[in-house]
């Protein structure tokens, strides 16, 4: 697991009762690194990268929740985007999203403080287990669009706004997240421990559970996964080179040859179109994902290898360096789907604009209102004013029998008085 591994206190003996690493350490600070008792000299560097680091992450990671956010809205009010694929992509924006506000303040904490556990006894045995969930999550979701695909296009059906297909993508999304929860939670929880006494949580694994653990993740959330969405684009292709009528539909135009054609052919070839169309879609947002998952990945992933085959990694020179563009890697993966997305999808760029173009309007409406307010402030007459026109309108109309054109100078009078 991601975070048993970066644990570096997976060898109790190596920690002695105070809570300190057994290898002593003295008290000193050299040129901007600061080192405290117990915490090895490998493991630091300059506050200035530290600082410089964590700020570069931070904005990876709110840049990346606003826009996952922004994919939730935009899925969720807007009823043409609640398509199979889309809530597919709802399913992993979610899971994105709890690796960026879960998952990456328990890393950044393990990151400053390796040898200690500050969230407390609770979290320990409930949080942690779980984080792994979101990793299955994110990426069977990309694969249950992969799979999708291969079925409208080899299985000759299209993608479909039904009811049932709803009901369909939801139980498939709920056994994604149910089946992560299970193959990658639970086999942790009779292992997790916690010693309060030094701040220490850690899965303590007997050596053939860990092998075993640590070999299923890295096939079941990283090997597999591509390895079917690789077979699915095979098959595709293979069924489009074979299918000469599906070439066909490909290239005739809706106003050319298939007029001509019986109602039974030309039917099937504007449905084999329209399957077609729909899978160039799918392909556009599919393939950015596909590869952005296995580059962003895969540093997490031969880490995994490493521990395995290197038992003492952790005491490297280089570990620290590593941890931090694993972190940075992992957090880049969560953050730039909604960018593929914009980049990709002419529906969800629309409809982002659209949520735009209303809040501006809105926030216009809001100026334009304020405004009013305040014009219709300043030409109200004040209580002076009215109070004056009262008097002259009384002075007038004991004058009007006996001096009209008067009585008509005193009206214009009132009028620019009181601004009627």
Not at 224 to 240: E, G, K, S
Request: aromatic letters at 12%; a positive charge; proline letters at 5%.
């Amino acid at each position: 697991m991601f975070l048993s591994q970066i644990n570096n206190t997976r060898n109790m003996d190596e920690v002695n009762i105070n809570g300190t690493l057994s290898t002593p350490l003295a008290n000193t600070t050299t040129d901007n690194v600061t080192q405290t008792p117990g915490f090895p000299k490998y493991l630091h560097q300059p506050l200035g990268a530290t600082v410089f680091q964590i700020a570069l992450w931070s904005t990876i990671v709110f840049l990346g929740v606003v826009g996952n956010l922004l994919v939730c809205f935009v899925i969720l009010s807007h009823a043409k985007m609640k398509t199979s694929m889309n809530f597919y992509l709802l399913s992993l924006a979610i899971a994105d999203l709890g690796v960026l506000l879960i998952i990456y303040p328990m890393v950044l904490l393990k990151y400053l403080h390796p040898f200690r556990w500050l969230l407390g006894k609770h979290a320990c045995y409930y949080l942690y287990p779980t984080v792994e969930i979101f990793f299955g999550a994110s990426i069977w979701s990309i694969t249950a669009i992969a799979i999708e695909r291969y079925r409208n296009i080899v299985g000759a059906k299209r993608y479909q706004i039904k009811r049932r297909s709803r009901v369909r993508t939801f139980a498939v999304i709920g056994v994604v997240w149910l089946a992560s929860f299970l193959f990658s939670s639970v086999p942790l929880y009779p292992f997790m421990i916690y010693i309060p006494t030094l701040d220490i949580c850690v899965p303590e694994f007997p050596e053939a559970v860990f092998l075993s653990y640590s070999i299923s993740l890295i096939v079941a959330w990283y090997a597999l996964p591509l390895v079917v969405i690789a077979v699915t684009y095979m098959r595709i292709r293979q069924r489009v080179l074979q299918s000469f009528t599906f070439r066909a539909s490909m290239s005739v135009d809706d106003d050319g040859d298939q007029a001509a054609m019986p109602p039974a052919s030309s039917n099937k070839e504007r449905s084999e179109k329209k399957i077609w169309q729909q899978s160039n879609k799918t392909t556009r947002i599919l393939t950015p994902l596909v590869i952005l998952f296995a580059v962003a990945m895969f540093p997490l992933n031969a880490f995994r290898v490493l521990a395995l085959i290197i038992p003492g990694y952790w005491m490297k020179s280089y570990y620290n360096l590593m941890i931090g563009q694993l972190i940075m890697f992992i957090m880049i993966n969560s953050s730039a789907n909604p960018l593929v997305y914009y980049i990709t999808s002419k529906e969800f760029k629309d409809a982002l604009k659209k949520i735009f173009t209303n809040f501006k309007g809105k926030k216009d409406f809001f100026k334009q209102l304020s405004g009013k307010s305040k014009s219709s402030k300043r030409s109200s007459p004040s209580v002076l004013e009215t109070a004056l026109g009262d008097k002259e309108e009384n002075h007038r109309g004991a004058n009007k029998s006996s001096n009209e054109p008067q009585a008509g100078l005193a009206n214009g009078n009132v009028q620019i008085v009181t601004g009627v």
